[in-house]
């Protein structure tokens, strides 16, 4: 018999909408085209394009003309980085945290190699930096701070407001990494202290393989890739029009209903944890749960092999995952959960589930029961 998928790995992808995928279909057959052709063919996928624009810029409460399309959310963010640091290596100070995404770990290691100074703010026990270090860490050589908007992990929050509130005090652009913040968090960014935003599509069921920069003031961003005019320069290369589109599309449903997915997804993670944290001894939530996304739950398993529970899961047809998609291959336990202070042996020991809108309460529920018998199991 075929065994029933249950995906509880939202924050690695999510499924690709029906109405999305109907609109990538239209770009990749009747309504295809070049942005860029001189011809109505051309003209036609250009408005796919603007469409795409002003419905993503309504999610996240920007004008359409600061929206920069990329090819992911790693793009993004090493575009930001990249447009901070490039007429200014030596001598420049990069402030960001020790639990950013790897797409930000990388390209901090990257710059280091190039002469630029990353320093890493710490995070507490609950996952959270700490604003009084952050005010003392600014100096006049730093060009640039970034702290992730929601951790990939733990699904904390950081204070973005207040963060950037420090940032303009002292004349510092603020980039948040907001891949999993955007369509989990109510946000109208163009209000907010913040100079580049940086998001991904598939985190809320779009194709995977495109994603944007929010920037303020286009000035301060500078192209990586050298071509055409496509995304007024800062952008070469013929535009992922399906991926686009279908981004456009799922911005759109989503916008649409935000405040309701928002609870829907934190109803179905709460009553996980309540059922989880009641049912299985030993287990504990990671992180801040006050300041914490709709939709992730990070679980302590004490005394438990998280890698063999994410695999005798898989074999149930529970999917979940010990860290971030982008870390899986590597054999070592979460940076993330070690920045907050958990030994190895805890952080190996930890899972996390993040939930969709697709969940339901039934899922919950047999999910739980699996769980309950397998930590039995693997206990004794
Ligand atoms: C916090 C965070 N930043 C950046 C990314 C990278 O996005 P993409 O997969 O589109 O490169 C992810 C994806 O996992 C993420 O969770």
Redesign the pocket.
Known sequence: MKQKEIYFDN??TTRPLPEVRKEVLKVMGPEFGNPSSAHSTGERALKHISQARNQLAQLIGSDSSKITFTG????A?NMVFYSRTRDKTAGCQILTTTVE?S?IRKMCNFLMLNGVTVNKLKVNKEGLINLDELKKAINKKTSLVSI?W???ETGVIQPISEIGEICADAGVPLHT?A??AVGKIEMNVQEMPIEFL?L?G??FHSP?GV?AIYCKDKSLLAPMLFGGFQEDGFRPGTENVPGITGMGKAAEIRHQNLPELISKMKDLRDRFETMLLDFVPGTKVNGDTKNRVCNTSNILFGGIDGRRLVKELDQYGVRCSQS???TNFEIAPSYVLLAMGLTEEEAYSSIRFSFSVENTYEEIDSAIEIIRKLTDKLKN
Do not use: W, Y
């Open positions: 924050n690695a992911s959310g790693t793009e963010n995404h797409s992730q929601v951790n990939n990494d891949a999993q940086s991904t598939h985190k995977q994603g971030s998609a982008c």
